[in-house]
């Protein structure tokens, strides 16, 4: 049985060739495994992107529509003051009416911030949407306070007719005028914030329409 054994290397020269064919084989494999994953990772990120963009178009159109029922609820609260003062002491309203507010969405920035995607943004841009979702978390909980405060003003006119809850009208208008104001201030700043993505109203983001001048028409009480 014979045995080939592999030839020796005939000098240094050649010894280097080989090594230089291996290292640079491993430096091609090394820059095309890294172009792979920056071609992945861009496109992450357009999809994180694009899903986040979807989302604040959907917020903003609710936004645009609950501040253009502002000046309405300003003026019901205006008429349940004017109620107050000159209806007789058994009046109440049973059935007070106040301002339908759309709630926001922000479950893709939920996901994205926890994410490797996110480390893969520009910084000024990455701020941004930071900004953008920052506001609108505060845009939620302004709004959940006015809900509240309007759940409290609808029970107390409710029962108007006893003189404790008659008392207490004035107090609770001036809170549910608080709170729209904070929430109405913070809107027009998210806006702008919104602006400055580029990022423009989506239709489907107020799927039922509600007829925003409601509260205009005459307090029924």
């Not at 230089?20 to 095309?32: E, F, H, R, S, Y």
């Not at 999809?47 to 986040?52: H, K, L, N, P």
Request: charged residues 25%; aromatic residues 6%.
């Amino acid at each position: 049985m014979h045995f080939h054994l592999p030839k020796p290397l005939h000098g240094w020269r050649e010894f280097s060739g080989e090594v230089g064919i291996i290292v640079i084989g491993v430096l091609i494999a090394l820059a095309a495994q890294q172009v792979v994953e920056a071609v992945q990772w861009r496109d992450s990120v357009s999809q994180t992107r694009d899903a986040m963009r979807s989302e604040l178009a959907i917020d903003r159109a609710r936004i645009e529509v609950n501040l253009v029922q502002d000046t309405c609820t300003r003026n019901r609260l205006d008429a349940i003051l004017r109620w107050a003062a000159s209806a007789p002491p058994s009046g109440r309203i049973a059935n007070a009416d106040q301002p339908y507010l759309w709630n926001y969405h922000t479950s893709t920035w939920d996901i994205t911030k926890t994410s490797p995607t996110a480390g893969h943004f520009s910084l000024k841009e990455e701020l941004m949407y930071a900004g953008a979702y920052d506001a609108i978390a505060n845009e939620q909980r302004y709004l959940f306070d006015e809900q509240a405060s309007w759940s409290d003003l609808a029970a107390t006119l409710a029962s108007a007719d006893q003189q404790e809850s008659r008392d207490q009208i004035e107090r609770e208008v001036a809170r549910a005028r608080i709170h729209l104001a904070t929430r109405d201030a913070n809107a027009h700043s998210l806006l702008g914030r919104l602006d400055e993505l580029g990022i423009t109203s989506d239709p489907r983001g107020v799927p039922t329409r509600i007829d925003v001048h409601r509260l205009c028409k005459p307090l029924e009480g």
